[in-house]
């Protein structure tokens, strides 16, 4: 009896524990964190811009009902990182949840927003059908706005929030020249890169001329991909601008191939003279690699026709980084015919590697045609580890100090004019973090990568292939081999056993 009524103590002492702790998660939220990469645990530049909001800021979510389960889970995700940073800010962040699809005035307050709805295809008993679905949300800060279309994944919701919080709170946006004038990609061909930064700048072009110096006015300058020359005299006020205390990042093309003519070939342009003068030199060298990106090729066997995809090393995968504010959470950057970089010791200037190529690359001599059906071997990647993107600094004779960051190819962020091509996000980030460093503002570039997108595979050699393929193929039957004998012997002795 006495044990009886000893239980039924104990299981009523755990029920009020329970509600206990229930009613005290109404007040204090917390959660603890084991991802490798910490993607649910708030970021410092998050906290800081939570803690210094001087007013109320409102988020005004649109979800629909009965999402599938992917999308559900979206949902549950974005409430509770907003239900964080609530608790964070002290109560400065509010937020409330429309349902678009209850009644007609909901649904014209979220089109109204510039949340527009996205069709799913979602199977039924059997059946596909497509659903008419809202993902977004809206940010408020006094008369100013920020829209978030669409939620499309629970890996950037922190950094879409904090950016858009952000660039309500920004006041006085730091310009950013994009120079123009000599074939570089306009503005909206860089349509990814620039929605990147233009949470914290204002991406202006700058068309250069024998008669205007660049204006002072401008943090950093970004020059990509120019393919015509550029004269003495503009070099002259590029390098003016540097010296004085001006940053730069430059994607300079040595090189360039055209996949559908099959050629590849050297262009000059006077930019690498500039560069040279810094100490950096790009080869007019094509580099390969075994990590490398592929294209899409067409195919003809007899009437039959089809695509397929083939690796070209002509399109290095970079995921060969040293620690820098620049490279820091990159994971892989896909170039496009990039050269090697090498150095000559330049007096008040320090050069840094940023990014190098795998252990199996190689360099191919400017002209040749491409051969798209090669069938590569391991001899063909005799080199390893060529520089493709450096960071120096140059201490001027002024007193100033001047950043630049040098990638050998231009293009790699281009997402181009007619029929806009999406870039992976890393090359975005990698020119983000790069202008953030330039411009010596600090805290969205370890947001922005927090994230890692992709994993690649350590590269080893076809020995050690080998190796991995018959230990897999003969471990396992080495193993029940072994097995039977242990019980063939247990069973033996089992016998000697039973007759003594």
């Known amino acids: 009896m006495n044990n009886a009524f000893s239980h039924n103590i104990r299981f009523f002492l755990?029920?009020?524990?329970?509600?206990?702790?229930?009613?005290?998660?109404?007040?204090?939220?917390?959660?603890?964190?084991?991802?490798?990469?910490?993607?649910?645990?708030?970021?410092?530049?998050?906290?800081?811009?939570?803690?210094?909001?001087?007013?109320?800021?409102?988020?005004?979510?649109?979800?629909?009902?009965?999402?599938?389960?992917?999308?559900?889970?979206?949902?549950?995700?974005?409430?509770?990182?907003?239900?964080?940073?609530?608790?964070?800010?002290k109560n400065k962040i509010k937020y409330s949840l429309i349902n678009p699809g209850k009644d007609e005035l909901s649904e014209k307050k979220c089109q109204d927003a510039g949340i527009a709805p996205i069709v799913i295809n979602i199977r039924e008993k059997d059946q596909l059908k497509q659903q008419k679905v809202y993902l977004g949300a809206v940010i408020t800060k006094g008369d100013k706005s920020y829209s978030i279309p669409y939620i499309k994944s629970t890996e950037n919701m922190e950094y879409d929030l904090t950016s858009g919080i952000i660039k309500l709170s920004l006041k006085n946006k730091t310009k950013v020249g994009l120079i123009q004038g000599h074939g570089e990609p306009s503005k909206t061909a860089i349509s990814q890169l620039n929605s990147e930064l233009s949470v914290q700048y204002d991406l202006e072009p700058v068309y250069m001329n024998d008669s205007t110096p660049i204006s002072d006015t401008y943090k950093t300058i970004i020059l990509l991909a120019p393919s015509d020359s550029i004269n003495y005299k503009q070099l002259h006020y590029l390098d003016n601008y540097i010296s004085?205390?001006?940053?730069?990042?430059?994607?300079?093309?040595?090189?360039?191939?055209?996949?559908?003519?099959?050629?590849?070939?050297?262009?000059?342009?006077?930019?690498?003279?500039?560069?040279?003068?810094?100490?950096?030199?790009?080869?007019?060298?094509?580099?390969?690699?075994?990590?490398?990106?592929?294209?899409?090729?067409n195919r003809n066997e007899g009437s039959f026709k089809y695509q397929t995809n083939a690796q070209l090393p002509y399109l290095p995968m970079i995921s060969n980084f040293n620690d820098h504010p620049v490279t820091r959470g990159i994971s892989s950057v896909l170039l496009e015919f990039p050269s090697p970089i090498s150095f000559r010791v330049t007096k008040n200037i320090e050069h840094t590697v940023l990014a190098r190529t795998s252990s199996k690359s190689g360099l191919i001599n400017s002209p040749f045609a491409f051969d798209l059906n090669k069938e590569w071997m391991e001899k063909d990647f005799p080199l390893n580890e060529l520089t493709v993107a450096c960071a120096l600094t140059e201490n001027n004779s002024n007193g100033s100090k001047s950043k630049m960051v040098i990638i050998s190819d231009g293009d790699f962020v281009t997402n181009g004019e007619n029929q806009p091509v999406e870039i992976q996000k890393d090359n975005i980030n990698f020119v983000s973090n790069a202008v953030e460093w330039l411009s010596d503002q600090s805290g969205l570039s370890s947001l922005r990568t927090k994230i890692i997108t992709n994993r690649p595979l350590s590269q080893i050699s076809d020995n050690s292939k080998n190796i991995l393929k018959y230990f897999n193929f003969l471990l396992p039957i080495i193993i029940i081999i072994a097995i039977g004998i242990f019980r063939m012997e247990m069973n033996k002795i089992k016998r000697i056993k039973y007759k003594q």
């Open 14 to 89: 755990l029920i009020i524990i329970l509600v206990f702790l229930n009613i005290l998660s109404c007040f204090f939220y917390f959660r603890v964190d084991f991802s490798s990469d910490k993607r649910y645990t708030l970021n410092k530049i998050t906290k800081t811009t939570l803690h210094n909001l001087k007013e109320p800021v409102t988020i005004t979510v649109f979800f629909s009902e009965n999402l599938p389960p992917d999308l559900n889970l979206i949902k549950r995700d974005f409430l509770d990182i907003l239900k964080e940073f609530n608790n964070v800010s």
């Open 244 to 297: 004085k205390g001006g940053n730069a990042f430059i994607g300079c093309n040595r090189v360039v191939g055209d996949i559908n003519l099959k050629i590849g070939k050297s262009i000059n342009t006077g930019l690498e003279k500039l560069i040279e003068s810094k100490g950096v030199i790009i080869e007019d060298k094509f580099i390969i690699d075994e990590s490398c990106g592929s294209v899409t090729l």
